[in-house]
C-alpha cells in the first residue's frame, strides 16, 4: 500500500451505534489530520495530530473521539452520532506541522448517519 | 486572519477548451504557502502543487499550468486543451507561517463536456 489508506470507504450507521474510521499512512509522516467536508460546507478541520500528541481540537463534538496509537494510524470513534453528521471524513498526513509541508489526503469515508 | 476565496463555484467547458480557475487569497504573513488540490468524484484530494512566497515564477507541468500574483493576491490555475478526466472540484489552500491550519477555499467544480 502506498500513501494514504482509509478504511471503510462507505459507512451507514445508526444514531445509537458506536463505530470506528481508520486511517494509515505509510508516508514516515509525523503529522496526521482528521477533516470533515459536508455537501455544503468548505473543509473543516477537526484534529491534528504531531508525533501522537493532540495538538489542535477544532471544536468538535465529544461524539466524536479520535486516537492516534503511533505516528502511521489514526482513528475516528464515533459514537450517538447525529443526521447532520452525515458527510465525507477524511484523513491527510503531512512530513511534521508546518506551513510548508504539504499535507497528502486518503479517499475519505462517506459516512451516512441514519 | 487567513482567507482563500474561490469566487467561481461551478465552470462547463467543452473538451479541449482551455479553463482559468481563479484564486484569491489573503493573510497578513510575508511567507506563506499556496497549495492547489484536486478532488474527482471518488473523493480523494490530489495534490498539485505547492507554491512559496518567495518564488514568483510561473509554473508549467504537462496542460496544468500556474500563475502567482502577489501584487493581486492571486494564484490561478489554468488547464490547456481540458479533457473530461479532468472534470473534479479544485481547491485553492493556503498556510501562512507558523503552525496555522491549512486554509481552503470553497472549491471550484468543472465540468468537461465531451
Known amino acids: 500500500e502506498t500513501g494514504v489508506t482509509q478504511t471503510p470507504r462507505h459507512l451507514v450507521m445508526g444514531m445509537t451505534n458506536k463505530k470506528s474510521l481508520k486511517c494509515e499512512q505509510h508516508?514516515?509522516?509525523?503529522?496526521m489530520y482528521w477533516y470533515k467536508q459536508s455537501a455544503k460546507k468548505p473543509l473543516e478541520l477537526m484534529f491534528v495530530?504531531?508525533?501522537?500528541?493532540?495538538?489542535e481540537n477544532n471544536s468538535v463534538p465529544s461524539r466524536f473521539s479520535p486516537e492516534c496509537p503511533n505516528s502511521s494510524h489514526l482513528f475516528l470513534h464515533l459514537h450517538t452520532l447525529q443526521p447532520e453528521d452525515s458527510a465525507l471524513y477524511l484523513c491527510?498526513?503531512?512530513?511534521?506541522?508546518?506551513?510548508?509541508?504539504?499535507?497528502?489526503f486518503g479517499p475519505g469515508t462517506r459516512l451516512t448517519v441514519l | 486572519a487567513q482567507k482563500v476565496t474561490q469566487a467561481q463555484t461551478e465552470i462547463s467547458v467543452v473538451e479541449k477548451e482551455d479553463v482559468t480557475l481563479d484564486c484569491v487569497y489573503e493573510?497578513?504573513?510575508?511567507?506563506?504557502?499556496l497549495f492547489w488540490y484536486k478532488q474527482p468524484p471518488s473523493g480523494e484530494l490530489v495534490f498539485l502543487i505547492r507554491?512559496?512566497?518567495?518564488?514568483?515564477q510561473n509554473e508549467i507541468s504537462g496542460r496544468y499550468s500556474w500563475n502567482f500574483q502577489k501584487s493581486t493576491s492571486s494564484f490561478n490555475f489554468t488547464i490547456t486543451a481540458s479533457q473530461v478526466v479532468d472534470s473534479a472540484v479544485y481547491f485553492c489552500?493556503?498556510?501562512?507561517?507558523?503552525?496555522?491550519?491549512?486554509?481552503f477555499g470553497k472549491g471550484t467544480r468543472l465540468s468537461v463536456i465531451a
Open positions: 495530530y504531531s508525533l501522537e500528541e493532540r495538538v
Open positions: 493573510t497578513r504573513d510575508t511567507t506563506y504557502y
Open positions: 491527510a498526513s503531512s512530513q511534521a506541522r508546518l506551513a510548508s509541508d504539504t499535507q497528502y
Open positions: 508516508l514516515g509522516h509525523n503529522a
Open positions: 507554491r512559496n512566497s518567495f518564488d514568483e
Open positions: 489552500a493556503l498556510s501562512d507561517s507558523g503552525n496555522t491550519p491549512l486554509v
